[in-house]
T-cell receptor, first 116, second 109 residues
Framework: GAVVSQHPSWVICKSGTSVKIECRSLDFQATTMFWYRQFPKQSLMLMATSNEGSKATYEQGVEKDKFLINHASLTLSTLTVTSAHPEDSSFYIC????????????FGEGSRLTVL | DAKTTQPPSMDCAEGRAANLPCNHSTISGNEYVYWYRQIHSQGPQYIIHGLKNNETNEMASLIITEDRKSSTLILPHATLRDTAVYYCIVSGNNRKLIWGLGTSLAVNP
């Protein structure tokens, strides 16, 4: 099956700094990618939809200036958490759809962010 | 998208079949039933999906009732590595899936 890879798998940063998380589709092209956030013992919450060559679409309540998304190529989307604060500490996951509109989503391994 | 209801937790003995139920009484005609699972601290993994007919793949079987208001995911021979949170999601496409809390399945030796 298709593979989606995230990097880094975990990161610790100081409050006020910015952190970039990469999501790559390794063996297929993804014009769309999805970014989720998951707090402990909670479910996945969709943050935004990343679109290759155009602006991302953010879900209600997600600050687009804080969570910068760039989808510059058909195999790479990045999420930058700007001016991170401890409340941004979470598990960030990306996914990309397969070739069919009703088929499976392929997920990255997730990136655990801890802001001190 | 229609809402789903799953038991919060289940136990299963290793080697036995694990049957995970899901209620989706408000499902509409063009919505699929998707099953994913998430092992602790990993990204979710696709298991199976279906529309009306029962489906089977190398991981599991999906049984959908005739009225499509409920379904059951069957892991035929559960192993310890199947311990995970299992999510049942109903959606018309694979784009904006709404994730509930799922069923935490514990496979015991």
């Amino acid at each position: 099956g298709a593979v989606v890879s995230q990097h880094p798998s975990w990161v610790i940063c100081k409050s006020g700094t910015s952190v970039k998380i990469e999501c790559r589709s390794l063996d297929f092209q993804a014009t769309t990618m999805f970014w989720y956030r998951q707090f402990p013992k909670q479910s996945l919450m969709l943050m935004a939809t990343s679109n290759e060559g155009s602006k991302a679409t953010y879900e209600q309540g997600v600050e687009k200036d804080k969570f910068l998304i760039n989808h510059a190529s058909l195999t790479l989307s990045t999420l930058t958490v700007t001016s991170a604060h401890p409340e941004d500490s979470s598990f960030y996951i990306c996914s990309a759809p397969g070739p069919t509109a009703t088929g499976e989503l392929f997920f990255g391994e997730g990136s655990r962010l801890t802001v001190l | 998208d229609a809402k789903t209801t799953q038991p919060p937790s289940m136990d299963c003995a290793e080697g036995r079949a694990a049957n995970l139920p899901c209620n989706h009484s408000t499902i509409s005609g063009n919505e699929y039933v998707y099953w994913y699972r998430q092992i602790h601290s990993q990204g979710p993994q696709y298991i199976i999906h279906g529309l009306k007919n029962n489906e089977t793949n190398e991981m599991a079987s999906l049984i959908i009732t005739e009225d499509r208001k409920s379904s059951t995911l069957i892991l035929p021979h559960a192993t310890l590595r199947d311990t995970a949170v299992y999510y049942c999601i109903v959606s018309g496409n694979n784009r904006k899936l709404i994730w509930g809390l799922g069923t935490s399945l514990a496979v015991n030796p």
